[in-house]
Nanobody, 122 residues
Framework: QVQLVESGGGLVQAGGSLRLSCAASGMIASVNAMGWYRQAPGLQRELVAI???????DYAEFVKGRFTISRDNLLNTLYLHMNGLKPEDSAVYYC????????????????WGNGTLVTVSS
């Protein structure tokens, strides 16, 4: 119904930068919010950053000042600009969307991408 495709992950050295992208497609009438989560092996999935339809952003404390979330509403594409990467940032990064598939829907539904792997070496 709704598909999210992440891209931009890879292997970088500590202190480097990456830009992740997430393209949303499918039955989308309106988007309530989009965000990025990450999960390292053996750990729980955690919020990285989120942006609502009005452009308000929220960040996890451990990425403030280093990561920037943005979106292109026309293209339904979400971005995460990551600077000053640290080895502890290594994780699978997942794109998230809260979306109404129809204008008749009174509430949104959540969808997840399959993730893109970010590995930061020291």
């Amino acid at each position: 119904q709704v598909q999210l495709v992440e891209s931009g992950g890879g292997l970088v050295q500590a202190g480097g930068s990456l830009r992740l992208s997430c393209a949303a497609s499918g039955m989308i009438a309106s988007v309530n919010a989009m965000g990025w989560y990450r999960q390292a092996p053996g750990l729980q999935r955690e919020l990285v950053a989120i942006i609502n339809s009005g452009g308000r952003t929220d960040y996890a404390e451990f990425v403030k000042g280093r990561f920037t979330i943005s979106r292109d509403n026309l293209l339904n594409t979400l971005y995460l600009h990551m600077n000053g990467l640290k080895p502890e940032d290594s994780a699978v990064y997942y794109c998230y969307i809260d979306v109404r598939s129809s204008w008749y829907d009174v509430v949104g539904s959540d969808y997840w991408g399959n993730g893109t792997l970010v590995t930061v070496s020291s």
